[in-house]
């Protein structure tokens, strides 16, 4: 649905992109080229000092730039270059956890350990701290209130 706005003479979708970086790219490859840009956040789910987390972004141009805009970002891609990562020499890893990653082999179980500590134990006394310091901010705010005049 790029190329459509419900205001007739509002901005146009440009694109739909995974995450900020990508519609932050996006916007800088427009900007230099002088076509003015705004970004919507689809599904806002703000995270911690405002950062996103898991939304996409809409990139949106005035009507009259969007055929410059798209011819753009065509040029860009064409310029670009592709890096076939299987080609590249990246040298010989050299510690374990790289040749063990390098020949494909599993996880140890400390590396299992780790995961499951910091995704699941870490996260869960976290949560427990904060749940902790918010009831005993509650029972200080009810003790002030309790014993005031």
Not at 46 to 57: E, F, R, V
């Amino acid at each position: 649905m790029t190329g459509k706005s419900p205001d007739p003479d509002g901005p146009v979708v440009l694109g739909t992109y995974a995450n900020e970086i990508k519609a932050g790219l996006i916007r800088a490859i427009l900007g230099e080229a002088g076509i003015e840009t705004r970004v919507r956040t689809d599904d806002a789910m703000l995270g911690i000092w405002g950062a996103s987390l898991g939304n996409t972004k809409t990139v949106m141009v005035n009507p009259q730039d969007l055929a410059m805009a798209r011819e753009v970002l065509e040029r860009v891609r064409e310029e670009s270059i592709d890096i076939d990562w299987s080609e590249v020499d990246v040298g010989d890893p050299e510690d374990s956890i790289a040749l063990r990653v390098a020949a494909g082999e599993a996880a140890s179980g400390i590396d299992r350990w780790n995961h499951w500590f910091f995704r699941t134990v870490l996260p869960a006394i976290a949560i427990g701290l904060v749940l902790l310091v918010g009831a005993l901010l509650i029972l200080a705010l009810i003790g002030l209130l309790v014993s005031s005049p």
